[in-house]
């Protein structure tokens, strides 16, 4: 089972293997990719800023310091998984997940 909207970091852990915060996560990276790639067709090309305030419960107008690094250490995160991090799955090269 997965949460839908997960309580998100502000330091999300960086790790070379899938983290807990990954497999609790992984809707919440979808989500910031879809935004990423959509990005364009948003209005006023604000896609960032509202996934920011939707997805990673974070404020881009009253939090500007704390959102923007939220919002690229969850891009850079779920770019990584889709890269790199998927492979790992089937070899079970996970940090502790339950």
Known sequence: MFE?????????????????????????YMRVLDAKRDGAAWRDGAAWQEVARV???????????????????HLRRAQWMTVIGYRRIPAGDCDNLQ
């Open 4 to 28: 839908r909207d997960p309580k998100v970091a502000d330091d999300m852990p960086w790790s070379d293997r899938i983290t807990p915060y990954d497999e609790q996560h992984h809707v919440t």
């Open 55 to 73: 997805v990673l419960h974070c404020d881009p107008v009253a939090e500007p310091q704390r959102t923007h690094p939220r919002w690229e250490s």
